[in-house]
């Protein structure tokens, strides 16, 4: 099984909302990722977890916070957004290696819109 | 520093004809690359990658790839290509001296097979 979920499919928030996304894998992996694409654009790195500990952090803004509750769930918790934070959200996970040769596996993405 | 070039934002085919995708690639240290692709409000799909070895790369889907050192490209190629290829291609490299898992994607090329 190489899937990874995700929910919701879409999410329309306003600005004063507080929101959670959310992203599942039962591939064992231990390395989990949230991304941000914006459309026709690639996807851009927002958080990387590992071993369950965030390891990288791309100075996203503090209204996202990113939780890694166990090995095999990573949630997105959005609290007061801007328009411009209107994306498809991915969540990705991949094996963990010290060269990093493994791929990564992406959830199909939340539709987020922020009005 | 690590970098990916795609430089055709679209590449236009008939169907069963050869599909060539183009990707160049900076890193420092050998690199990691990777093959994407995304249909339509959907996540990246993985093709295919190179680590190490043999410098054609067989993928999913009849896709194949040449790891080129000299001229560092990575070009995807598929002999007859299908109306359901249309999509958006993202190479993607990481070089081992990266941080964590990071991987560092080109700005896309959308192909558009034609019947």
């Known amino acids: 099984d190489t899937e990874v979920t995700q929910t919701p499919k879409h999410l329309v928030m306003g600005m004063t909302n507080k929101k959670s996304l959310k992203c599942e894998q039962h591939?064992?992996?231990?390395?989990m990722y949230w991304y941000k694409q914006k459309a026709k654009k690639p996807p851009e790195l927002m958080f990387v977890?590992?071993?369950?500990?965030?390891?990288i952090n791309e100075s996203v803004p503090s209204r996202f916070s990113p939780e890694c509750p166990n090995s095999s769930l990573l949630n997105l918790h959005l609290h007061a957004l801007q328009p411009e934070d209107s994306a498809l959200y991915l969540c990705a996970s991949s094996q963990v290696s010290g060269t990093g040769s493994y791929e990564q596996y992406f959830g199909p993405g939340t539709r987020l819109t922020v009005t | 520093a690590q970098s990916v070039a795609q430089p055709e934002d679209q590449v236009n085919v008939a169907e069963g004809n050869p599909l060539t995708v183009k990707c160049t690639y900076s890193v420092s240290g050998n690199p990691y690359l990777f093959w994407y692709v995304q249909y339509p409000n959907r996540g990246l799909q993985f093709l295919l990658k190179y680590i190490t070895g043999d410098n054609l790369v067989k993928g999913s889907y009849g896709f194949e790839a040449e790891f080129n050192k000299s001229q560092t490209s990575f070009h995807l190629k598929k002999p007859s290509a299908l109306v359901s290829d249309s999509a958006l291609y993202f190479c993607a490299v990481r070089s081992f001296k990266a941080a964590g898992n990071k991987l560092t994607f080109g700005g896309g090329t959308r192909v558009l097979v034609k019947p």
């Open positions: 977890y590992s071993y369950e500990k965030l390891s």
């Open positions: 591939m064992g992996h231990r390395a």
